[in-house]
Nanobody
Framework: QVQLVESGGGLVQAGGSLRLSCAAS????????MGWFRQAPGLEREFVAA????????YYADSVKGRFTISGDNARNTVYLQMNSLKPEDTAVYHC?????????????????WGQGTQVTVSS
């Protein structure tokens, strides 16, 4: 099993920044990549960003490209999401997730482990 714990959410004004962190523990050797998803009330969970541990390749949703940056420390099994130029539409619960598959995917169902989530609220 792998446990994921997120931190860093909060309330920020539009245009501001937040940095989310996700620490993985347990059988982390089984993880090939990690990602961030978000879910706003009444909406489906959507992909935000991901990173593959092999090579460090990063992936972003079009809605956050140029504003968000995902990074990771493989040795510490930690992944970060730096969020700049935040908009009210970024308001959601942000979940960290880890996949056991080698191939990158934006499909939530392909991620095997999930954190509890951290609330991000952007006021206008």
């Amino acid at each position: 099993q792998v446990q994921l714990v997120e931190s860093g959410g909060g309330l920020v004004q539009a245009g501001g920044s937040l940095r989310l962190s996700c620490a993985a523990s347990g059988r982390t050797f089984s993880i090939y990549g990690m990602g961030w998803f978000r879910q706003a009330p009444g909406l489906e969970r959507e992909f935000v960003a991901a990173i593959s541990w092999s090579g460090g390749t990063t992936y972003y949703a079009d809605s956050v490209k140029g504003r968000f940056t995902i990074s990771g420390d493989n040795a510490r099994n930690t992944v970060y999401l730096q969020m700049n130029s935040l908009k009210p539409e970024d308001t959601a619960v942000y979940h960290c997730a880890a996949r056991r598959g080698v191939v990158h995917t934006t499909t939530p169902e392909r991620y095997y482990y999930w954190g509890q989530g951290t609330q991000v609220t952007v006021s206008s």
